[in-house]
């Protein structure tokens, strides 16, 4: 046998590494991905049960929720389907277009206060009536919105809620 000079390397066999490297990544990808599938599920989730539309026929929304649905795709005037104000002066309008399509529009002192959107006023649209007859709409921050007679419930992304009580005027 001759001597290995000092140019020479061993060559280590590289297959059981990289099984076990490919194993090893694999189940924590798994891992990984259980743990994001267990937090998705964890957070409420509404029902949706779609019902027929039914074209409210009402008073008009404010002008400045006729502009905000104008931008935001609504076809026709806003027809007020519910209007709700809460204890802290919140004024809430769930309004419907002439396809049946729903908003939703807030404004913190109501339509005697400032209207800034996304300040002092916010506008939603994809709105859904849920099983409990709750208006429901989420904001881009995942924080979602439901109003009825009652008053209105915000479950922030962050995982709290708050109830604001509706008042009669």
């Known amino acids: 046998m ?98 049946g399509q729903l908003f939703y529009h807030a404004n913190k002192g109501g339509t005697d206060a400032e209207w800034i959107e996304n300040k002092t006023a916010l506008f939603l649209a994809g709105v859904w009536q849920d099983s409990n007859g709750s208006y429901v709409a989420t904001a881009v921050d995942g924080n979602v919105f439901s109003v009825d007679e009652t008053g209105l419930t915000i479950a922030y992304s962050d995982g709290t809620s708050e109830e604001q009580k509706a008042v009669r005027e």
């Open 2 to 99: 001759t001597p290995l000079d000092d140019h020479s390397q061993q060559r280590r066999p590289l297959f059981f590494p990289v099984v076990i490297a490919t194993v090893l990544l694999t189940i924590i990808g798994m891992i990984g991905g259980y743990l994001l599938g267990e937090e998705r599920n964890r957070k409420p989730r509404a029902e949706v049960t779609p019902s027929p539309v039914t074209l409210a026929e009402g008073p008009l929304c404010p002008e400045q929720t006729q502009r905000a649905g104008a931008i935001q795709g609504a076809s026709g005037e806003l027809v007020e389907v519910l209007r709700v104000r809460t204890v802290r002066k919140t004024v809430i309008w769930i309004c419907q277009d002439r396809t």
